[in-house]
Structures are given as structure tokens and as C-alpha cells.
């Protein structure tokens, strides 16, 4: 009996049953995790690469390969919500420099003269215009949510359609080499780029280019669209993509594709106050929640590569969804209790208090001399900084 008391106490104190986190703790974890990002990933931090204005794909210059371009525009989210958080101008000081850098280091920009932001991947370009908007959310200079609609306008989406071709009917394109290839991860940001530029046609002061409403009519299509084609309307699931042979790839289901399918659902629900959008983002919420959670009530570890950052990825999106009054109660405590969850269990076992780095296992923090990807650390600085933005019931 009295080892059975011994393990329940130990499972309440890693699941905050005695102990909540206060806010004082979670912009604790948020600043030394995104402080770590620059100490660690930001190229010019290192001595001899001082004008390296780009976040290195290693810890400590364990790798700098440059040709993983979208963790770029994730590491540049991570500086906008520790800026917009903390008003501290060291997070801000890095945006000039990181737009000075990025398109130097786009492996794929010299493929396209015009444009050194154009990448082959469209959803890369997608992340890019995302954390560019949020730039100038943060700063309110012109310059970069310019940049977010020329690419958009440009480059994103004359990708969509053809809208009479079978048995795509439509759909953003993920590759621009591969245009019969409509996947959750193009669509997504896409349908949330348009929602977005919508949203700030007024404050931008745009006053040549597409009207306001243009934006908002292409959001909803994108959206449709993959609400049609990949999102399981019984289950909440999000399907990875329908392929050049028309086949709906049904057993890849990915939590970032998960995440912005919520969060375009979620952005429409709040432009047209249409609660259907807010029932889909719901119910691809639950999914996660219920579904993709069976690491002891956890999603799976994500040590490397592009898997690294799709839970990160999702959390963004996923409290905005929590933090929203208009979800039903039950729900809303559900997901509360999930994220929190999730959270403390990252911030006690999963980040090394040292190095303040997470490397990827939920439960296991890197040693002090363990090298970790961009990715997964991209994932531990969202999950922190969304504790810090998270509303109480």
C-alpha cells in the first residue's frame, strides 16, 4: 500500500496535480529557452562567424548545413513571441539581421533569380510569409508583411488548381517540381496566409494589388479544399496529402498538419463567426488529445529532422484554440489540462536546466555536452512560450 501511495504521489507531482506552475515559472522556462535558440543556434553568436545571420540546423555549431530552409521562419516565431512577451529589444535587434541573412542562405533562391525568399518547397515559402507577418504584428514595419504578400501573391498561390482537373479539383501544390502533389502541410499555412493578410489589409495600408476581400474568398476555398480532400470529418484526423496518382495518403498523420488545419479553421472561425470552422478545429484538436497521444498520455518523442518541429507546430495553434471562450467548457478544460500536461512534463524532465535545451524526448533531457537539433528545440521554446500566453479556465 505504501508503495502504491508512493508512485500515485510521484505521477501527481510530474502531472502538477499538487504543484500547478505559476506564470512567474513558465516565462522562466520560456526566456531560457529562447535565449538558449540564440546561444546555441544563431550562427553570429559564435566567435569567427560573427556576420552568420542565420540559425545553424545543430547545437554549438554541430551541424550548419543550410539546406533546411522552413526551421528558419520557426526560430524567427520563437524571437517574435519572446519579443512580443518580454518587449525586450534583444529579441528584436536579431530581426534586420536575420532579413539580411535568410535569403543569402536559400539554398534553393539562386534557382530563381527574381525572388532570393523563393524556395521549390511552397510550404517552406508558406512558414517563411507566416513569420514574416508576424514581424510586422510585432513591429508594425511595412516592409515585412509586404514581402508576405508579394510571395504569396507571387509564388504561393498560382500553385492552386486547376480547379477542373480530376480527381485534385483544386488544392495548393506542396512542390512546384511535382505540381500533382496536394498536401495538408501546402494548404494549411496557405489558407492561413490568406486569412491573415485579410486580417491586416486595413494596418498594412495596402493600396495596389488584390482587394481586401480577394484574400478572404481564397482562405475559405483553400480551406474547403482541404477540408474536403484530407481532413476525416467523423475522426478529426488530417491526412498528409493526395498524391499524383489521386491517392489520399491515410496513414500519414501529422500533428503540424493537424495544427494549422485548427488554426486556419479557428482564424476563419473568428473573421465570419461561422461556428463550423470552430467545430472542425475542435474536433482535429480532440484527435490529437485523444488519438495521438499514447506516450503515456503524451505524443511521441520527435529527436531530429523535420519531425522535430510538428509538435511545436501544433501547440502554437492549439492554445489560441484554448485560450478561445466561444469552445465549450468541457473542452476547453480537456485541452487546458492536455497542454499543461504536456508542458510540465517537457519543463521537469525534458529540458536540461543547464543548458536550458530540449532535445526531442519528453522525459529524457540532453546531457550538458549532448549536441540537439534546431528542430526539436524549436518544439520545447513554442510549448514554453504557448504556457505563457495560456488564459486560465
Same mark, same amino acid.
Given at each position: 500500500m505504501k508503495k502504491t501511495l508512493t508512485i500515485l504521489f510521484m505521477l501527481c507531482c510530474v502531472f502538477g496535480v499538487f504543484a500547478q506552475k505559476d506564470i512567474t515559472y513558465w516565462n522562466k522556462m520560456a526566456n531560457g529557452t529562447s535565449e538558449a535558440l540564440i546561444k546555441h543556434f544563431w550562427g553570429a553568436s559564435f566567435?569567427?562567424? =560573427? +556576420?552568420? $545571420?542565420?540559425?545553424?540546423?545543430?547545437?554549438?555549431?554541430? *551541424?550548419?548545413?543550410?539546406?533546411?530552409?522552413? %526551421?528558419?521562419?520557426?526560430?524567427?516565431d520563437v524571437l517574435v513571441d519572446a519579443y512580443m512577451r518580454t518587449g525586450k529589444s534583444y529579441y528584436?535587434?536579431?530581426?534586420?539581421?536575420?532579413?539580411?541573412?535568410?535569403?543569402?542562405y536559400n539554398?534553393?533562391?539562386?534557382?530563381?533569380?527574381?525572388?532570393?525568399?523563393w524556395n521549390v518547397f511552397v510550404d517552406d515559402m508558406e512558414w517563411i510569409v507566416l513569420a514574416q507577418i508576424r514581424m510586422f504584428?510585432?513591429?508594425? =514595419? +511595412?516592409? $515585412?508583411?509586404?514581402?508576405?504578400?508579394?510571395?504569396?501573391? *507571387?509564388?504561393?498561390?498560382?500553385?492552386?488548381? %486547376?480547379?477542373?482537373?480530376?480527381?485534385w479539383f483544386g488544392g495548393i501544390t506542396w512542390k512546384?517540381?511535382?505540381?500533382?502533389?496536394?498536401?495538408?502541410?501546402?494548404?494549411g499555412p496557405a489558407a492561413l496566409i490568406a486569412a491573415r493578410l485579410y486580417s491586416f489589409y486595413d494596418q498594412a495600408q495596402f493600396s495596389d494589388g488584390k482587394i481586401k476581400n480577394a484574400y478572404l474568398n481564397e482562405a475559405i476555398k483553400i480551406y474547403i479544399w482541404e477540408k474536403n480532400y484530407l481532413f476525416d470529418r467523423k475522426?478529426?484526423?488530417?491526412?498528409?496529402?493526395?498524391?499524383?496518382?489521386?491517392?489520399?495518403?491515410?496513414n500519414w498523420i501529422f500533428t503540424y498538419n493537424i495544427g494549422t488545419f485548427l488554426g486556419a479553421a479557428h482564424e476563419l472561425y473568428?473573421?465570419?463567426?461561422?461556428?463550423?470552422?470552430?467545430?472542425?478545429?475542435?474536433?482535429?484538436?480532440?484527435f490529437v488529445v485523444e488519438q495521438l497521444s499514447q506516450n503515456e498520455g503524451l505524443l511521441p518523442d520527435a529527436v531530429s529532422g523535420d519531425g522535430g518541429l510538428f509538435h511545436g507546430i501544433f501547440?502554437?495553434?492549439?492554445?489560441?484554440?484554448?485560450?478561445?471562450?466561444?469552445?465549450d467548457y468541457s473542452d476547453r478544460k480537456k485541452f487546458h489540462e492536455y497542454i499543461t500536461r504536456c508542458a510540465t512534463v517537457m519543463a521537469t524532465q525534458g529540458i536540461n536546466p543547464n543548458t536550458m535545451l530540449y532535445g526531442g524526448r519528453w522525459r529524457k533531457a540532453p546531457a550538458d555536452n549532448e549536441k540537439v537539433g534546431l528542430t526539436p528545440h524549436l518544439t520545447g521554446c513554442m510549448l514554453m512560450e504557448a504556457m505563457c500566453v495560456l488564459q486560465p479556465l
Open positions: 566567435e569567427g562567424y =560573427e +556576420k552568420r $545571420y542565420y540559425f545553424n540546423y545543430g547545437s554549438d555549431l554541430s *551541424d550548419m548545413s543550410t539546406n533546411n530552409y522552413w %526551421p528558419q521562419a520557426h526560430a524567427m528584436k535587434e536579431l530581426f534586420p539581421l536575420w532579413w539580411e541573412g535568410m535569403p543569402k539554398f534553393a533562391g539562386k534557382m530563381n533569380p527574381k525572388d532570393p525568399w504584428e510585432s513591429t508594425g =514595419e +511595412k516592409k $515585412y508583411i509586404e514581402k508576405a504578400r508579394q510571395v504569396y501573391d *507571387d509564388w504561393i498561390w498560382p500553385t492552386w488548381g %486547376p480547379e477542373d482537373e480530376a480527381p512546384t517540381d511535382v505540381a500533382k502533389s496536394k498536401n495538408a502541410c501546402s494548404n475522426t478529426g484526423a488530417v491526412y498528409d496529402n493526395i498524391n499524383g496518382k489521386g491517392e489520399i495518403q491515410r473568428k473573421i465570419t463567426g461561422d461556428k463550423q470552422y470552430l467545430d472542425d478545429a475542435v474536433k482535429a484538436a480532440n501547440f502554437r495553434y492549439f492554445v489560441k484554440l484554448i485560450n478561445d471562450h466561444s469552445v
